[in-house]
């Protein structure tokens, strides 16, 4: 099993910058892939940045200000900069086993007022 518990949430204005943190713990599967997603309030949960073998990957709207990072073999991190009030949601980590399935945390709410 692999837990996850996410943090750096909170409440910020418009412009202003985030860092959200995935916290790994439990055993250590190959991981084919390690994501942020959110949910908007009153939407779907949505892609917002992916790591896998390829590199990394973006949903447009975080495109060139989000940044996606594997900071050391217990934490994925996901830099916010410029926020908007459409980012507001609550942020999820994922990550993908090749045999375990995948692992969601309980997600960090982020907040962005105009």
């Known amino acids: 099993q692999v837990q996850l518990v996410e943090s750096g949430g909170g409440l910020v204005q418009a412009g202003g910058s985030l860092r959200l943190s995935c916290a790994i713990s439990g055993s250590s599967p190959s991981f084919t892939a390690m994501g942020w997603y959110r949910q908007p309030p009153g939407k779907q949960r949505e892609l917002v940045a992916i790591l896998n073998g390829g590199g990394a990957d973006y949903a447009d709207s975080a495109k060139g200000r989000f940044v996606i990072s594997r900071d050391n073999a217990k934490t994925l991190s996901l830099q916010m900069n410029n926020l908007k009030p459409e980012d507001t949601a609550v942020y999820y980590c994922?990550?993908?086993?090749?045999?375990?399935?995948?692992?969601w945390g309980k997600g960090t709410l982020v907040t962005v007022s105009s």
């Open positions: 994922n990550v993908e086993t090749l045999l375990a399935g995948d692992f």
